[in-house]
Nanobody, 123 residues
Framework: VQLQASGGGLVQAGGSLRLSCAAS????????MGWFRQAPGKEREFVAA????????YYADSVKGRFTISRDNAENTVLLQMNSLKSEDTAVYYC?????????????????WGLGTLVTVSS
């Protein structure tokens, strides 16, 4: 499956952005989807994930209550709504897809990755 993330940009602290990840090539509903991010000088970290049919969602503690992940299997799209953005949310955001695995939180569980989209939050 091919993944293309979009929607990044520059936003002031307290603002909102919505990231989108479009998938193509395989049956989208076969994949659990996740968002990860990598800030400058840091390792890539888990942000949020959603199960194949959208029934379960998972969040990093740092974004819980501010970010919302959703998916539209008819449109082969997963979204990440980011509200109340903070300067520490500045990072390149990646979407990823997984078929089977034990944990949605681990980077190694994901099989396919898209190119990232840069989110910059100014304070």
């Amino acid at each position: 499956v091919q993944l293309q993330a979009s929607g990044g940009g520059l936003v002031q602290a307290g603002g909102s952005l919505r990231l989108s990840c479009a998938a193509s090539g395989r049956t989208f509903s076969n994949y659990g989807m996740g968002w990860f991010r990598q800030a400058p000088g840091k390792e890539r970290e888990f942000v949020a994930a959603i199960s194949r049919l959208g029934g379960s969602t998972y969040y990093a503690d740092s974004v819980k209550g501010r970010f919302t992940i959703s998916r539209d299997n008819a449109e082969n799209t997963v979204l990440l709504q980011m509200n109340s953005l903070k300067s520490e949310d500045t990072a390149v955001y990646y979407c990823a897809a997984r078929t089977l695995g034990r944990s949605y939180y681990r980077e190694s569980e994901y099989d396919y990755w898209g190119l990232g989209t840069l989110v910059t939050v100014s304070s």
